[in-house]
C-alpha cells in the first residue's frame, strides 16, 4: 500500500517558490489500477517521481507498507526501485548501445541475477511481447512500437510489485498503444499496483480509478473522466 | 549484463570518442618510456664505461681530442714514453698503476685492427730506478679505504687488460686478441701469426667487452715501437688511481708536473654523454608533466563530455535502481580501461622507438626494461582514474528525475 500524508513540493524558481505539487492524503492499495490526468504542469511527473523514492518531498511523509520512503538511506531508496518498482517512459528510455536482449538484462544484472538466468529471463520476457526475432535488435533498428515493448518487457523482467508509467502511450501509434494497455490489464489481473500518468483519455479509461490534477491538487477522482470526456 | 558489459559496450559503440580522449594519454606514455629506456641504457653505458676505465686518469698529447682516444688514437700525436718515469718518479700519493699505451693501424692476415702496445707492470718491478722512487710501495692517499695495491690472481690472466686496463705479463713475442678480431681472423691461443713485420704467438683472446678494445691486438709495447720505428713514445698514459678521490686530487699535480700534455679524468671524457643523459631525463620529467596535465585534463574533459550526453541514460539507469554508487563506478571502470589500453598501446610505441631509434639518439643499444614499462601502463592507468573520478562524481549526484523529463 502506498500513503501520502501531507505530501508538498516545493520549487524555487528565480526567487520564487513555486508549489508543484500538495496533496493531504492519498491512499493507493495494493493491486490498484490508477490514471493521473491533467494538463502540463499540473504535477503529474512530480508525483511520479515522489512515488518513486527518485525526489523527496519538501515536506510530509510518502509510506510504502507503512516503510516512510524517504527516510532510508539513498542506496536503499534504489533497493527498492530495483526490486519492487518498474518504470515505463514516454520516449522509453531505452540503451542506444545495448540491443533488446542487453538491455531487458540490466534490471536483472542491477539485481545480481547470473549471466545464464539473465539471458533465460529476458529472452522469455521478449517473447512474451512478440519481440523473439528482435533480441539482437538495437533500438535504432526497431521501430517505436518495438522499441516501446521492449521498455515492457524490461519494466517487468524484474517482477515488480509496483509499475509507475509516464505517458506510456503518447508517443505510440494505435496498435503499439494496445499492446501496452493490453499488458497493464495483464499486470493488474496478475495483481500489481499500476500508476500511470496520461493524456490519453482513452488510456485512463482501461484504469480502475482516476485522479485529476490541477495545480498541483487532485481534485474529485469519479467525476474526473467523465468531465473531460 | 553488468558494469564491465555496460562499459565494454559503450567503449566499442564510440571508437573515435575513445581514441579522442585518451591520444594524449597514449602520446605521452609513448613519449615518456622512449625517452626513459634510451636515458637508462645510455646512464648504464656511461657508468660502464667509467667502471671500465677504473679511477683513471688519462695523459693525452697536448691537441689530441678525447674522440681520438675512443677511436683508439691511431692517429693522434704521441707522448714522450719518458713522461712515464717522470710521473713515477714524482712518487705522487695514491698512484696505483701506470699503462703507457701506443695504438697504430695494422694488418692481421688481411683484417684492418689497432695494435695496441702495452707496457706489462712486471716490467715496472724489473727496473730498478722505479723500485727506486719507490712506486711499488705506493704513498697511501688520505682517505681511501683501499689496502695498497698487491696484483690478484686475476690481475695476473690476460683478461686483466679487460677487467683492470692492464696486464701483469706479456712476453715480447706474444699477442693478445679482442674478441672481434679474433673471432673476424679465426686465430685462437698458441697460433703463430705476423704482423708489422714480426711473428707473434698468440697468448689469449679477451671476452668481448662492447668496446673499441674488442677491435684491439695487444702486443708488448716496446716491440710496437721497434717494428713501428716510432721512437720512445706513447699515444697515452693511463694511471689509475687507488680511489676516485685520489684521481681527483692527482690531476692537477699532474697537469704541474707534465706542463705539455693534456690530463683528464674519465669524468671529462664522457662529460658531453652524461650532459646528454641529463638533458634527457630532464626531458623525460618534462614530458611527465606534460602527460599528467594535458593527459589528465583531457581525460577529464571527455569524461565529463559523456557524463553530459549520458544523462537520460544515467537517469534511467538510477531509475531501476542503480545506486550512485554504481554510475561511479561506471565511468570510474571505463576511464580505467581507457588508460589501461593508452598506457599499455603508448608504452609498445614508446618501446619499440625506443629499440629502433636508440642508437641514433644516444648511441647505446636500448634492451626493454619491464620494471618502467609496468610503472608506466600504471600511471597512466592511475591518471586516467584520478581525471575521471570528479566527472564520475557528478554523474552519481545526477537527478534521476531528468529520465521523465524531455532533454
Known sequence: ?229 | MNLKSLVWKELRERPWSVVSSSIAILLGVAALVAIRHVTVHSEQEVSRQLSSLGANILILPKDASLQNYYAADRNGETLPEEHVTEVLMAGLAGVEKVTPKLSLPATLSGLEVTLTGILPQSEFTAQQAWQTAALFTPKKHDGCKKASHEPSEADRTPESLNTSRSIETLERNQIVLGADVADRSAFSDGDTVELLGGTFTVLATLSRTGTVDDSRVFAHLHTVQELAKTGEVVSAIEVIGCCEDAAGDLVPQLRKLLPNSRVVTVSQVVQTQVGVNRLMSGTSWFVLGILVIVGGASLASAIAANVRERRREIGTLMAIGATPGFVKRLFLVKALVLGLVAGTIGCAIGLVTAVVAGPQWAGVAVMPLPGLAVMSVGAATALAVFAAYWPARQAAKLDPCLCFQEV
Open chain 1, 1 to 229: 500500500m502506498i500513503r501520502l500524508e501531507n505530501v508538498k513540493r516545493t520549487y524555487s524558481r528565480h526567487g520564487q517558490t513555486v508549489t508543484a505539487l500538495e496533496c493531504q492524503s492519498l491512499v493507493i492499495g495494493r493491486g490498484e489500477y490508477v490514471a493521473v490526468i491533467g494538463p502540463s504542469g499540473s504535477g503529474k511527473s512530480t508525483l511520479l517521481s515522489l512515488l518513486g523514492g527518485m525526489l523527496a518531498p519538501t515536506s510530509g511523509r510518502i509510506l510504502l507498507d507503512d516503510q516512510s520512503i524517504y527516510e532510508q538511506t539513498i542506496d536503499i531508496r534504489s533497493a527498492i526501485r530495483r526490486e519492487r518498482m518498474g518504470f515505463v517512459f514516454q520516449t522509453f528510455n531505452l540503451i542506444p548501445y545495448l540491443t533488446a536482449l542487453e538491455n531487458v538484462q540490466v534490471p536483472l544484472g542491477l539485481n545480481g541475477v547470473s549471466p545464464l538466468n539473465q539471458f533465460g529471463l529476458a529472452s522469455e520476457m521478449l517473447r512474451r511481447f512478440g519481440l523473439s526475432d528482435r533480441m539482437h535488435h538495437k533500438p535504432s533498428e526497431m521501430s517505436v512500437g518495438q522499441q516501446q515493448r521492449v521498455a515492457l518487457a524490461r519494466t517487468l523482467v524484474n517482477d515488480p510489485q509496483i509499475i509507475l508509467a509516464d505517458e506510456p502511450t503518447g508517443n505510440l501509434d494505435p496498435a503499439s498503444r494496445e499492446v501496452v494497455l493490453k499488458a497493464f490489464d495483464d499486470c493488474y489481473d496478475e495483481g500489481r499496483t499500476i500508476i500511470t500518468v496520461t493524456h490519453d483519455l482513452t488510456a485512463a479509461a482501461r484504469a480502475k480509478r482516476q485522479l485529476v490534477l490541477s495545480d498541483g491538487r487532485i481534485s474529485n477522482e469519479s467525476t474526473a473522466i467523465t468531465k473531460a470526456a
